[in-house]
């Protein structure tokens, strides 16, 4: 992986400061813009990395070896395209099957890591107080707001703390509820299979998972 510095003249766009994330429960896709500026970020389920920064241009990023990549802002995220001639030279900032293209859906505020850490924190706090119906919220909002965005074992902890709450708050079939889209990792018949990047995790969050659907039976 080659890394990059090119300075060329701005033109203004029509955002800054703004985060984006690939919606992707496996692949980490992620893109800043700010005054101009991109960063442009993958962690792959398989491990391998994309690093890719510069000054976009009318809407376009040239590095001047190759690689140029089209955005197309609109109010809910951005398109970003390679062009197929220059795809080539585009991966060289990438490991082996890895990509940064694709389409970007604009983070909200409440998806950012620093708000997941405190809704964390917040959930800590009311679950640890046995302040259930709050813990609850907590994570139905995190849920509500930010599934999409989230990397599969810790969209997997979301819903086991939820799960728990709901049994400690006297309702086992809205635990279960929570735990149903894990169902098939649960029973072992999910057609997926962890990386070493998250296989730990993973495996972590699957334990609990058995363990509380159990105990929500």
């Known amino acids: 992986m080659k890394i990059m510095s090119v300075v060329v ?21 992620s893109l800043s813009v700010n005054n101009g500026h991109f ?7 398989r491990g391998n990395l994309c690093d890719v ?10 590095d001047g070896e190759g690689c140029v990549v089209r955005f197309k802002f609109d109010a ?10 220059a795809r080539e030279a585009c991966q060289n900032y990438c490991g082996a099957g890895t990509y940064f293209d ?32 709050r813990a609850i919220q907590i994570r139905q909002q995190q849920l509500a707001q930010c599934e999409a ?16 709450a709901y049994k400690n708050n006297g309702d086992k079939a809205a635990c279960r509820q929570a735990l149903q889209p894990l169902l098939a990792d649960i029973n072992g018949t999910a057609d997926f299979e962890p990386s070493y990047v998250m296989k ?3 495996e972590r969050e699957l334990k609990h998972a058995r363990f509380n659907w159990g105990a929500c039976r």
């Not at 809910?76 to 001639?85: F, L, Q, R, T």
């Open 76 to 85: 809910k995220g951005v398109k970003v395209g390679i062009d197929d001639s």
């Open 102 to 133: 694709g389409d970007y859906v604009k983070l909200p505020a409440a998806c950012a890591d620093k708000a997941q850490q405190q809704a964390d924190k917040s959930f800590q706090a009311a679950y640890g107080g046995k302040q259930y119906s």
């Open 53 to 62: 920064e510069g000054k976009i241009v009318n809407n376009v990023f040239r």
């Open 9 to 29: 003249l701005l033109l203004a766009l029509p955002v800054a400061a703004q985060e984006y994330r690939v919606a992707d429960h496996y692949n980490v896709q």
């Open 149 to 164: 965005f989230m990397y599969y074992p810790e969209l997997m902890r979301v819903r086991n703390d939820l799960a728990v």
């Open 200 to 202: 730990d995790d993973y």
């Open 39 to 45: 960063h442009a970020n993958t962690v792959s389920s």
